[in-house]
């Protein structure tokens, strides 16, 4: 495999399951099939069925890294690495953690507070808390239920879920699975026929916006020391569910790698958000903004929401932390479209230094992966409470009834 082709394969998000076998043909002359044959090999993505060590042990964490404990526990490493690990030498990854500790809370006194509301709206969709569920792929090899108990789980705490476009259950699955307000993140097709099937069935089962994630490229070392692995029914089940019909289990996986490979635009421009804005009528989101420049020119062309994101430090190594660039977006957009942010957030204060630094809300990954390993559906609502039950004590502290009384006068 040339350079080219490699690096081709490493660039779209929604094509980066399993593109690790394709790598390990390239460096060592091994087909993806015998990679396969074996299924019961520790570093292959297997799901968790809530058992054992972790099960055991599950009513007992306290914090969010509890469950990070737990789920490395239970996971097969490569699975674990897979969620928690990031790019290259994971700079971005600790920063976007340390910059949220960096940060200090300034808490004026005698506010008399004791109950607080956090319910607020986003694209005029009331939610109970301002935490969403970030779109998260490959859940299945988390937890055997996987997007499915998550979704019940945020329909349960009154918050949105971003479904991932490869969370390995199809937008109608998802959509049933619970009555709670639903994301749909879109990686696009090349085959703009099929990308337009594709959103016409989220408009069809009532998903209430459309997030387009273009922060695009990987390169995790983890990933590449572990030969991580998706299995084949995994990834024939993703492409199926996108809308790709020829794809069937009879398909070598050197086959199915090569379409995968292929099937993905990885040149999106700024003329795609016109073309999705004909196709359907939902909000649309992007995701992976870190440039005040880039907020305004989303801002410009009428997209409804700016989601400052460097990919939980996944993508590119060595970018700035989410929480240090929230200002400037924040900035820029001017309160034209609304703001979110993800990458980071670990406990209930970093909610609150986001909203205190301007966003409508935050969004989760890692942490309610870890908990659907750890638990499924009962582990992900149970840090979602954890969350909401810290963010509720530091507006307490600092004597903010409601979540729009949360302001930049909070942080020294």
């Given at each position: 495999?040339?350079?080219?082709?490699?690096?081709?394969?490493?660039?779209?998000?929604?094509?980066?399951?399993?593109?690790?076998?394709?790598?390990?043909?390239?460096?060592?002359?091994?087909?993806?099939?015998?990679?396969?044959?074996?299924?019961?090999r520790?570093?292959?993505?297997?799901?968790?069925?809530?058992?054992?060590?972790?099960?055991?042990?599950?009513?007992?964490?306290?914090?969010v890294?509890?469950?990070?404990?737990?789920?490395?526990?239970?996971?097969?490493?490569?699975?674990?690495?897979?969620?928690?690990?990031?790019?290259?030498?994971?700079?971005?990854?600790?920063?976007?953690?340390?910059?949220?500790?960096?940060?200090?809370?300034?808490?004026?006194?005698?506010?008399?507070?004791?109950?607080?509301?956090?319910?607020?709206?986003?694209?005029?969709?009331?939610?109970?808390?301002?935490?969403?569920?970030?779109?998260?792929?490959?859940?299945?090899?988390?937890?055997?239920?996987?997007?499915?108990?998550?979704?019940?789980?945020?329909?349960?705490?009154?918050?949105?879920?971003?479904?991932?476009?490869?969370?390995?259950?199809?937008?109608?699955?998802?959509?049933?699975?619970?009555?709670?307000?639903?994301?749909?993140?879109?990686?696009?097709?090349?085959?703009?026929?099929?990308?337009?099937?594709?959103?016409?069935?989220?408009?069809?089962?009532?998903?209430?916006?459309?997030?387009?994630?273009?922060d695009?490229?990987?390169?995790?070392?983890?990933?590449?020391?572990?030969?991580?692995?998706?299995?084949?029914?995994?990834?024939?089940?993703?492409?199926?569910d996108?809308?790709?019909?020829?794809?069937?289990?009879?398909?070598?996986?050197?086959?199915?790698?090569?379409?995968?490979?292929?099937?993905?635009?990885?040149?999106?421009?700024?003329?795609?958000?016109?073309?999705?804005?004909?196709?359907?009528?939902?909000?649309?989101?992007?995701?992976?903004?870190?440039?005040?420049?880039?907020?305004?020119?989303?801002?410009?062309?009428?997209?409804?929401g700016?989601?400052?994101?460097?990919?939980?430090?996944?993508r590119?190594?060595?970018?700035?932390?989410?929480?240090?660039?929230?200002?400037?977006?924040?900035?820029?957009?001017?309160?034209?479209?609304?703001?979110?942010?993800?990458?980071?957030?670990?406990?209930?204060?970093?909610v609150?230094?986001?909203?205190?630094?301007?966003?409508?809300?935050?969004?989760?990954?890692?942490?309610?992966?870890?908990?659907?390993?750890?638990?499924?559906?009962?582990?992900?609502?149970?840090?979602?409470?954890?969350?909401r039950?810290?963010?509720?004590?530091?507006?307490?502290?600092?004597?903010?009834?409601?979540?729009?009384?949360?302001?930049?006068?909070?942080?020294?």
């Amino acid at each position: 495999m040339d350079r080219r082709s490699f690096t081709r394969l490493l660039t779209m998000g929604a094509s980066s399951l399993g593109l690790w076998q394709a790598t390990a043909v390239a460096q060592e002359g091994k087909r993806p099939g015998d990679a396969q044959a074996d299924d019961t090999r520790p570093n292959q993505g297997q799901p968790s069925s809530g058992t054992g060590a972790a099960s055991r042990t599950a009513s007992d964490p306290v914090n969010v890294e509890d469950f990070r404990v737990l789920a490395e526990a239970t996971l097969p490493r490569a699975t674990y690495d897979y969620i928690a690990t990031g790019s290259a030498d994971q700079i971005t990854l600790g920063e976007n953690v340390a910059a949220f500790q960096r940060l200090r809370v300034l808490p004026p006194l005698l506010r008399g507070v004791s109950e607080v509301d956090l319910s607020t709206t986003i694209l005029g969709q009331k939610v109970d808390l301002p935490i969403l569920l970030a779109p998260v792929a490959a859940q299945r090899m988390y937890h055997e239920q996987g997007g499915l108990a998550a979704a019940r789980a945020a329909a349960a705490a009154g918050t949105i879920y971003g479904m991932s476009s490869s969370v390995g259950h199809s937008v109608e699955e998802i959509a049933a699975a619970g009555v709670g307000p639903k994301w749909f993140q879109l990686y696009v097709p090349k085959d703009r026929a099929i990308a337009r099937r594709l959103v016409q069935r989220v408009d069809r089962a009532k998903f209430q916006a459309i997030i387009v994630t273009v922060d695009l490229g990987e390169w995790k070392d983890a990933d590449r020391r572990n030969r991580f692995s998706l299995p084949k029914e995994m990834l024939v089940k993703h492409l199926r569910d996108i809308g790709f019909a020829q794809i069937t289990n009879a398909m070598s996986y050197e086959a199915l790698l090569a379409f995968n490979a292929a099937a993905w635009d990885v040149s999106l421009s700024w003329d795609f958000f016109g073309w999705l804005r004909d196709v359907t009528d939902l909000p649309i989101l992007i995701k992976g903004v870190l440039r005040p420049e880039d907020a305004e020119k989303a801002v410009s062309i009428g997209l409804d929401g700016v989601i400052v994101s460097n990919h939980g430090g996944r993508r590119l190594d060595g970018m700035p932390a989410t929480i240090d660039v929230l200002p400037d977006v924040v900035r820029a957009v001017g309160g034209r479209a609304e703001v979110l942010v993800d990458g980071g957030i670990r406990r209930g204060t970093d909610v609150l230094k986001a909203l205190s630094y301007g966003a409508r809300a935050v969004l989760i990954g890692r942490p309610y992966a870890w908990a659907l390993a750890a638990d499924g559906e009962a582990g992900v609502t149970n840090v979602l409470g954890l969350l909401r039950e810290e963010l509720e004590n530091a507006m307490i502290a600092t004597g903010c009834a409601t979540v729009d009384d949360v302001n930049s006068s909070l942080i020294a």
